[in-house]
């Protein structure tokens, strides 16, 4: 697991337990596009996967209808950090 319900509840300012099961699903989706984008599986201990996941969970969040005006889906800093994790050794909570 790279974040947690409680970071990403922080992250986006949610304070009650109503939309726990969506921020879960969320969670899930981002660390599954964080593998499937760079081959790799990452742990809570790579600070860049956790700060792409919680992108990706704030932006899950707050997009949740299927149109938007918006075309570019990634932005320059997301793309970035994909690029340095697909370059990075994996790493898992055993190897620190």
């Known amino acids: 697991m790279i ?3 409680a970071e990403a509840k922080q ?3 949610v304070e009650t337990d109503a939309d726990d099961t969506l921020i879960n699903m969320e969670i899930l989706a981002a660390e599954i596009f964080v593998e499937n984008v760079t081959g790799k599986k ?3 201990t790579n600070v860049l996967a ?3 996941c919680l992108m990706l969970v704030q ?3 707050d997009s949740r209808t ?3 005006g918006e075309t570019e889906k990634l932005t320059v800093t997301a793309n970035a950090i ?3 994790l697909k ?3 994996e790493m898992t909570s055993a190897e620190t």
Do not use: E
Request: hydrophobic share 40%; aromatic share 8%; with cysteine.
């Open 59 to 61: 932006d899950m969040y």
């Open 82 to 84: 994909i690029t340095q």
């Open 11 to 13: 992250q986006l300012k």
């Open 87 to 89: 370059a990075c050794k």
């Open 42 to 44: 990452f742990d809570d």
């Open 66 to 68: 299927l149109t938007t």
């Open 3 to 5: 974040i947690t319900l």
């Open 50 to 52: 956790k700060i792409l």
